[in-house]
C-alpha cells in the first residue's frame, strides 16, 4: 500500500540551521544531522511510499547525492532555498510551486488568509519551529514533525479534528 508523507525544511548540508535550531537539531555536526535525518527518513518511509518535500531540501549545489539516500517517490513543492531548480528535476519526480491535496494548499510559505475560501487548510513549512495561531496553517517543517517525515492522512486527521471543533 503506498502511503503519502509531508516534511519540509530539511536542510540538508545547512551547518547554519543548527545554530538557528539548537533545541531541535542538537547535533555536533552537519554530517551528524543529515545522517540522522536520513535514517529517521528511511525508517519511516518506504521505497514505494510518496513523500511530498515541502520545500527548503538543501543548501549548496553540490550536495544533491544525498537526496538518493532517501526512500520513497519524492515530490517537491519549491521553497526559497531550493535553487538551482532545473537540479531538482533530477531527484524529484514532480517540482511544483504549490499543490492541491485533500482540499489542502500544500506550499513552502503560508498563504494569505485569503485562500480559505478555496481552501480548508494550507499545510506548509517554512516557519521551522515556529506556528501561526490560526490552526488552519499546520506546520510540517522538521522541527514540528521530530525531523521525520508524516503521513498526510494524520495531517488532515488533526486538520479535520480542528475543523470539527470550530464548528
Known amino acids: 500500500m ?4 509531508v516534511i519540509a525544511d530539511t536542510h540538508f548540508c545547512h551547518a547554519k540551521i543548527l545554530d538557528y535550531e539548537p533545541e531541535h537539531r542538537p547535533f555536533a555536526s552537519i554530517e551528524d544531522h543529515d545522517a540522522e535525518l536520513v535514517y529517521r527518513w ?3 518511509v518506504k521505497k514505494s511510499d510518496t513523500v511530498w518535500h515541502l520545500g527548503d531540501v538543501l543548501l549548496g549545489t553540490k550536495n544533491f547525492e544525498i537526496l538518493r539516500e532517501l526512500n520513497g517517490i519524492k515530490n517537491l513543492v519549491l521553497g526559497n532555498h531550493d535553487y538551482p ?8 519526480n514532480k517540482v511544483l510551486g504549490s499543490v492541491q491535496l485533500h482540499n489542502c494548499i500544500l506550499t513552502h510559505i503560508p498563504v494569505a488568509e485569503s485562500q480559505f475560501s478555496r481552501f480548508k487548510a494550507n499545510i506548509h513549512g517554512h516557519l521551522h519551529s515556529n506556528t501561526l495561531e ?22 488532515i486527521a ?7 471543533n470550530r464548528l
Open 2 to 5: 503506498n502511503r503519502v508523507f
Open 42 to 44: 528511511n525508517f519511516t
Open 85 to 92: 531548480v532545473i537540479k531538482y528535476l533530477e531527484y524529484f
Open 134 to 155: 490560526d490552526k488552519r496553517y499546520y506546520n510540517v517543517s522538521a522541527e514540528r514533525l521530530n525531523l521525520t517525515p508524516k503521513p498526510l492522512r494524520d495531517v
Open 158 to 164: 488533526e486538520i479535520d479534528g480542528f475543523i470539527e
